[in-house]
T-cell receptor, first 114, second 114 residues
């Protein structure tokens, strides 16, 4: 199993540009979580999905952030327009829904907004 | 050596010593706890978990202790090795709803000196 796959690994962009982060779940998993990690705030849950349906998006900072699951194995997190304060490492994680199963994390996307 | 996660985010030990990493949680309704290890440039990796109906669980070289009375969790690593150097996070499961979310602590940086 390849694990959770995120792309790109690194993204450098200018303020105001659109950024799209991508995530492929582990086969058979049906819950998907997006986290953001910064030195100041640690790991913050942005949003999570069960069976492609968003369950809790209360952690999404503002309307500039949006996340989708176009199919059961893939998700995108979009920031438009991006701002310097969005600079962080963004992780997605997947697991089997329902039981309190462990999350499997991807390697993250390091985002730098200049 | 010992650490208190919220007040001492770093812990330095000698190779071969035992390490104890502590974590305080706030929600008395949390019923599932996980320890994750995050190495530089990687996503968090599952180490061990424990449910609230237990007070101790052992894995390979690791032991998690749960004290619900004082809402305290600890991770003990036996015979610490250089490869154990990483940031360690405790996470708590809050809520019983389906697809319940994990909330992460701030993390403790463990450094193992050869």
């Amino acid at each position: 199993d390849a694990g959770v796959i995120q792309s790109p690994r690194h993204e450098v962009t200018e303020m105001g540009q659109e950024v799209t982060l991508r995530c492929k779940l582990i086969s058979g998993h049906n819950s998907l979580f997006w986290y953001r990690q910064t030195m100041m705030r640690g790991l913050e849950l942005l949003i999570y999905f069960n069976n492609n349906v968003p369950i809790d998006d209360s952690g999404m900072p503002e309307d500039r952030f949006s996340a989708k699951m176009p199919n059961a194995s893939f998700s995108t997190l979009k920031i438009q327009p991006s701002e310097p304060r969005d600079s962080a490492v963004y992780f997605c994680a997947s697991r089997i829904q329902g039981a309190r199963e462990k999350l499997f994390f991807g390697s993250g996307t390091q985002l730098s907004v200049l | 050596g010992e650490s208190v996660g919220l007040h001492l985010p770093t812990l330095s030990v000698q190779e071969g010593d035992n390490s104890i990493i502590n974590c305080a949680y706030s929600n008395s309704a949390s019923d599932y706890f996980i320890w994750y290890k995050q190495e530089s440039g990687k996503g968090p990796q599952f180490i061990i978990d424990i449910r609230s109906n237990m007070d101790k669980r052992q894995g390979q070289r690791v032991t998690v202790l749960l004290n619900k009375t004082v809402k305290h969790l600890s991770l003990q690593i036996a015979a610490t090795q250089p490869g154990d150097s990483a940031v360690y996070f405790c996470a708590e499961n809050r809520g019983e709803t389906s697809g319940s979310r994990l909330t992460f602590g701030e993390g403790t940086q463990l450094t193992v000196n050869p």
